[in-house]
């Protein structure tokens, strides 16, 4: 199955020597914890911290519910990315939501986020590295933005399991500049694999 996946989206071990899975279509941040992230030309992202200027870079966490609970935990929401195949569905449901709103520091196109194992590194432009850590639990706030958006990006699947839509999470092991149009390559982990969990 992985094989045949790997065919399908060009994921391979070797990432500078693969074809590009897919692209970056938007790069966001916010030195707030507003909900929204204003889109830039490009954002830089730091090893071990996150986005340059986030109000979610560093080492410990920054989420103000999860301060809350403990300020000395791991940071390991330190990116946000979101497939722009999400806003696309989203639309076509008459939500009127694009890159950066949704609060994610990075949009991709090409790429199943949500399909990959825990580990995952994606490779990002020139040097940039952000290994996935899990995916991101939609709040209440979504409906506060656009009312009923939270419900959009919850799903269930045949066995009635919850399916989070919203993103996933990551953290920064090796820093660059990031802007859209940069390529993005696939590097899996070592098996066995799990699936990202709630983050």
Same mark, same amino acid.
Request: charged share 20%; net charge negative.
């Given at each position: 199955?992985?094989?045949?996946?790997?065919?399908?989206?060009?994921?391979?071990?070797?990432?500078?020597?693969?074809?590009?899975?897919?692209?970056?279509?938007?790069?966001?941040?916010?030195?707030?914890?507003?909900?929204?992230?204003?889109?830039?030309?490009?954002?830089?992202?730091?090893?071990?911290?996150?986005?340059?200027?986030?109000?979610?870079?560093?080492?410990?966490?920054?989420?103000?519910?999860?301060?809350?609970?403990?300020?000395?935990?791991?940071?390991?929401?330190?990116?946000? !990315? #979101?497939?722009?195949?999400?806003?696309?569905?989203?639309?076509?449901? &008459?939500?009127? $939501?694009?890159? %950066?709103?949704?609060?994610?520091?990075?949009?991709?196109?090409?790429?199943?986020?949500?399909?990959?194992?825990?580990?995952?590194?994606?490779?990002?432009?020139?040097?940039?590295?952000?290994?996935?850590?899990?995916?991101?639990?939609?709040?209440?706030?979504?409906?506060?933005?656009?009312?009923?958006?939270?419900?959009?990006?919850?799903?269930?699947?045949?066995?009635?399991? !919850? #399916?989070?839509?919203?993103?996933?999470?990551?953290?920064?092991?090796? &820093?660059?500049? $990031?802007?859209? %149009?940069?390529?993005?390559?696939?590097?899996?982990?070592?098996?066995?694999?799990?699936?990202?969990?709630?983050?």
């Amino acid at each position: 199955m992985e094989k045949q996946l790997a065919g399908l989206f060009n994921l391979k071990k070797e990432p500078k020597e693969s074809s590009p899975a897919g692209i970056v279509t938007a790069v966001s941040r916010s030195a707030t914890h507003s909900f929204s992230k204003e889109n830039q030309p490009a954002i830089k992202l730091l090893a071990g911290l996150g986005a340059e200027g986030d109000a979610h870079l560093g080492e410990t966490v920054k989420h103000r519910s999860r301060v809350a609970q403990n300020p000395n935990q791991p940071n390991l929401r330190q990116v946000h !990315l #979101i497939h722009a195949e999400l806003h696309d569905e989203l639309q076509n449901s &008459g939500f009127d $939501v694009f890159s %950066g709103q949704m609060g994610e520091n990075v949009t991709t196109r090409g790429i199943p986020l949500l399909e990959l194992p825990t580990g995952t590194r994606l490779h990002i432009g020139a040097s940039a590295v952000v290994e996935l850590t899990g995916l991101r639990n939609p709040c209440k706030q979504l409906d506060e933005f656009r009312p009923g958006l939270m419900s959009a990006v919850l799903d269930h699947d045949p066995d009635g399991n !919850l #399916i989070r839509k919203a993103g996933v999470m990551g953290i920064v092991t090796a &820093g660059g500049e $990031v802007k859209p %149009g940069d390529t993005i390559y696939v590097e899996y982990p070592p098996l066995p694999h799990h699936p990202l969990e709630r983050v």
